[in-house]
């Protein structure tokens, strides 16, 4: 039976869907036996003619693929025994092995693959106490300790034989809904544990196995070539760190060889903003422009057609592995070289049939390459390409024929993968399309062949590689002010959150129905002449040209509008849904919470942050893209869960672990209104930061005890602290001083309300206080003049407290009990906690009440300097949320406040044990989930 072109690309869609199902449905059944049975079912139905067989055969082959997905992904577990596996979770062990990969050196850190042979006890010679097969692979994590320690883990080359001690861990789990799943990530890679060490002097490190070894054994031969491809590959990125300036270089090396280590991340978040990640990525772009040199280079010194074409094919393998081997360079290497050979054979084949060929073939050999977002957009990409192009170009009024292809290339790329941008990276720019259209020509027609051209060059005579350089770094410098000209309109980049696969084939469909459907518009209104030429057919008499085409019109006119409806749904998937919550994200030993109120108002209180303790002389320790929890963790989670603005963001104090994520907010997310605690600490973080919101133009202001927000008809703020204190400010600090020192402001006075489509005024009691002409001072002691607001949101009360202190909390209830009343309740008797039940308003007693709440944010990680027991007495919380890191160096929560909150009966919710802490309010009830625990369940239940 010999498949056709229709046969290939049904088998690489059918093996997809199969794929697919199986990610979502597994059975003990699914087995590899199982996966051939029934691929020879299918072959067996075709073979015999079987009624109806294609569709038959259609589902055994999504059935075979299911079943080998399933299989490999059982298989894909540690190889260690059981046993050994559970004992050294965690625990100090000795391993012997093979490095199987380069050492990536940043700062501190090194990290590196070590393929195990060898597994043991710590103090006890490797492989004494378990073996450990040699498809066992860990993930080695090495801290350094000195800047010769860096030098002596950049030194070690792929197959250099190690022996080592550290602590063995399982990788960590995504610890925020949505959040990056490391465990999943390594995984994926066939990795299942991660290996952590302290110093070089835990390492011994030993010459690679001979030569002659590798002559009898295939995984050492290529283990010998990749290491020669290594060294090739860094002595190309030193060759060019010396031709090109250091500005330059990293981008270079990124875009020539894969080796991103060193471009800039303010760079490539530019690129990134705009939808040009591609160009720095390595993929058919650069397969097609290293291509197309090499066959001009080849053509000069007067070889054959079949001679150059050969000698290509040989090259290309050699160029994939120099690049670093990615999925997308992988399939664009393999679809070049079958081309290349058909081309030499005369017997082009479609490249539609070529492209199916090659995906199904890598998807056989690593079925994980479907998850891979770089495979991808890659393929669809590709695809899209293939088939939407010559459509779409004849669909274009455009009489340029360059400028008609460049529009339909740009056009199809940006639709196909718009999708699956969104769903990876939340955010698209509306002029990615501009920047496609204009720059990426520039790049594989101008930049990237002359940067190959002075590498080579460079190779030969350093000066003249300089010289080839400097030409070169004059156009990227021209598209370097373009990008980040076109990276300064903020206003024309949109966010939106991950979207459903559902959506995604939704869009898709909706997608090829319209070029389908303008097709055959277009197709039905042309006729031809004698010659063959198309001309438009003239309407027949007492017909109009809408009766003749309205049907086709019209049903291009509904998909069109089906799929802009399906983008508005996409944008705002939940804007029909009235439902309000209240997320404590984990961000580690910080706090940073997401409030989302029943109007689709978002509040961002704190943005956690990522506390630095280096000192002078530990330069050498910083590492080129830090860790930084903001960029890393917060924005990403806010853009994927779609909050296309942040309609408040509440600073309770400007300690670090509070403030730091908030600089990578305020530059990504529109931000309405910016309300802090009226104090300034010195520093050149927080500096930033107000520079930020000022620079921005975002209302600055200042919360006191006495004023209100009302986010909207449901949710209310009403700011407890900071607090007045003897005709002062603000309590606990010197209203003398200020931020400079001079008696003046240290920032613009910017405290109004703004247009934050929320009312922020003093209550009655305190119109006069906090206007405008108070200075903002210095304080930098922080937690005693935190921010603490009370939130009544959908028949819900919730207490938030910054990292106040037992002082701070003793001097609000004495003014609360002072003024007989608390903010927010306007007079009426106060709730019992037992109950948690509201009174109506209007029930007023003149009694004071003791204030009810459902939900205490427990303040500054359950330290034993907050949360003290007339606190706890007072407001009777029914749950307590701790924000800590996990085995943090304060030993956050403490066990005594721990232990005061559940004597008083206090369910205690905490991220260090549970991650992200997610509380749904609905109908005046409150469900909690996390990600580290079951199913949702009502607050009050244990």
């Excluded at 066939?190 to 070894?213: D, E, M, R, T």
């Excluded at 490539?268 to 903003?273: D, E, K, L, R, V």
């Excluded at 749950?879 to 909150?901: E, F, Q």
């Amino acid at each position: 039976m010999r498949l056709n072109r229709n046969d290939i690309v049904g088998l690489a869609v059918l093996w997809v869907i199969g794929y697919a199902a199986a990610i979502y449905a597994s059975k003990p059944w699914m087995t590899a036996w199982s996966a051939a049975a029934f691929a020879a079912a299918a072959a067996g139905v075709m073979a015999l003619r079987l009624p109806k067989r294609r569709w038959i055969a259609a589902a055994l082959v999504a059935a075979a693929a299911c079943c080998y997905y399933v299989d490999t992904d059982r298989r894909n577990s540690t190889a260690l025994p059981a046993a050994a596996a559970a004992a050294a979770h965690g625990s100090q062990v000795s391993v012997a092995g093979t490095l199987a990969s380069p050492v990536a050196v940043d700062g501190d850190r090194a990290s590196f693959e070590l393929r195990v042979s060898q597994l043991g006890e710590s103090g006890s010679e490797a492989g004494a106490a378990e073996g450990a097969p040699p498809e066992e692979r860990v993930q080695v994590s090495l801290r350094l300790l000195s800047p010769a320690e860096q030098t002596a883990a950049a030194s070690w080359r792929r197959g250099d034989r190690l022996a080592m001690q550290g602590e063995l861990q399982e990788p960590a789990a995504a610890r925020n809904f949505g959040g990056f799943d490391y465990r999943s990530y390594l995984r994926q890679q066939g990795k299942h544990w991660l290996l952590v060490v302290k110093g070089v002097q835990q390492v011994q490190h030993g010459p690679p196995a001979p030569i002659s070894a590798a002559l009898t054994s295939p995984r050492l031969a290529a283990e010998r070539l990749l290491r020669t491809t290594d060294a090739l590959r860094g002595y190309l990125g030193s060759r060019i760190d010396e031709i090109f300036t250091p500005e330059q270089a990293g981008f270079m090396k990124g875009m020539l060889i894969g080796l991103t280590d060193d471009m800039d991340p303010g760079r490539y978040s530019q690129f990134s903003n705009l939808g040009l990640t591609h160009i720095l990525a390595i993929s058919g772009l650069n397969v097609a422009v290293f291509l197309g040199v090499l066959i001009w280079m080849l053509k000069r010194l007067g070889l054959p057609k079949e001679t150059y074409l050969l000698v290509a094919v040989f090259l290309l393998p050699f160029y994939i592995l120099l690049t670093g081997a990615s999925p997308s360079i992988v399939r664009a290497g393999l679809m070049t070289m079958i081309g290349l050979l058909a081309v030499r054979k005369n017997r082009i084949k479609d490249i539609l049939q070529i492209a199916c060929l090659v995906g199904l073939g890598l998807l056989i050999w690593n079925p994980y390459y479907l998850l891979d977002v770089s495979f991808q957009l890659s393929f669809l990409v590709t695809l899209g390409l293939i088939v939407g192009v010559p459509r779409v170009t004849a669909l274009l009024p455009l009489k340029n024929g360059v400028l008609r292809n460049t529009a339909a290339i740009t056009l199809v790329s940006q639709l196909v993968s718009f999708p699956v941008s969104i769903y990876y990276f939340n955010q698209f720019s509306l002029l990615s399309w501009l920047a496609n259209a204009a720059l990426v020509p520039v790049f594989s027609l101008l930049i990237f062949p002359a940067g190959l051209i002075a590498t080579c060059l460079g190779l030969v005579y350093v000066p003249l590689g300089r010289l080839g350089a400097w030409v070169t770094e004059m156009g990227t410098g021209f598209v370097f002010r373009i990008v980040e000209w076109l990276d300064q309109w903020e206003g024309f980049r949109t966010i939106w959150p991950s979207p459903s696969v559902f959506w995604i084939v939704v869009y898709y469909l909706l997608l090829a129905g319209i070029c389908g459907g303008l097709e055959r518009l277009v197709r039905s209104r042309r006729v031809q002449n004698e010659d063959g030429t198309p001309q438009l057919d003239a309407p027949a008499p007492g017909r109009s040209m809408f009766t003749r085409y309205g049907t086709s019109s019209a049903a291009v006119i509904a998909l069109g509008l089906g799929w802009l409806g399906l983008l508005y749904y996409g944008y705002t998937p939940d804007r029909w849904s009235s439902e309000a919550y209240v997320d404590m994200i984990d961000v580690g030993q910080g706090d940073s919470i997401l409030i989302r109120t029943p109007a689709h108002k978002y509040i961002l209180v704190d943005g956690g942050g990522t506390v630095s303790f280096r000192k002078p002389g530990e330069e050498w320790k910083l590492r080129r893209d830090p860790y930084e929890v903001g960029r890393k963790t917060l924005v990403p989670l806010l853009k994927k869960r779609g909050v296309h603005k942040l309609d408040a963001v509440i600073l309770t104090h400007e300690d670090a672990d509070h403030s730091g994520g908030l600089q990578a907010v305020l530059e990504d997310i529109p931000v309405e209104a910016f309300i802090f605690n009226g104090t300034y600490k010195s520093g050149p973080q927080v500096e930033k930061l107000f520079r930020t919101v000022i620079d921005k133009k975002i209302p600055l202001i200042s919360a006191a005890y006495g004023k209100t927000l009302r986010m909207d008809n449901r949710t209310r703020l009403d700011f407890l602290a900071p607090l007045p204190e003897n005709g002062q400010l603000m309590a606990g600090r010197d209203s003398s001083r200020d931020a400079s020192g001079s008696g003046q402001p240290a920032f613009p006075d910017q405290r109004t309300a703004g247009k934050t489509g929320a009312e922020f005024a003093p209550s009655a009691a305190q119109d006069n206080y906090g206007s405008t002409d108070n200075p903002i001072v210095l304080e930098n002691e922080q937690n005693g003049v935190s921010v603490v607001f009370l939130m009544e949101m959908e028949g819900t009360r919730w207490l938030f407290t910054g990292d106040m202190d037992v002082k701070a909390e003793r001097r609000v209830m004495e003014l609360l009990q002072s003024r007989n009343s608390v903010p927010g309740t306007h007079g009426t008797k106060l709730p019992q906690s037992d109950t948690g039940a509201k009174e109506p308003d209007g029930t007023e007693d003149g009694t004071p009440q003791t204030p009810g709440i459902d939900v205490l944010k427990v303040a500054h990680h359950g330290s034993k300097t907050s949360t003290g027991s007339e606190w706890l007495g007072y407001w009777k919380p029914r749950t307590a949320l701790i924000s800590a890191g996990v085995k943090n160096m304060y030993k956050h929560p403490s066990p005594d406040v721990v232990a005061r909150l559940e004597r008083n009966d206090i369910r205690v919710l905490r991220t260090d044990l549970l991650g992200e802490i997610q509380l749904l309010v609905k109908n005046g009830e409150i469900y909690v989930r996390s990600v580290l625990s079951g199913k949702p369940a009502a607050s009050g239940d244990s």
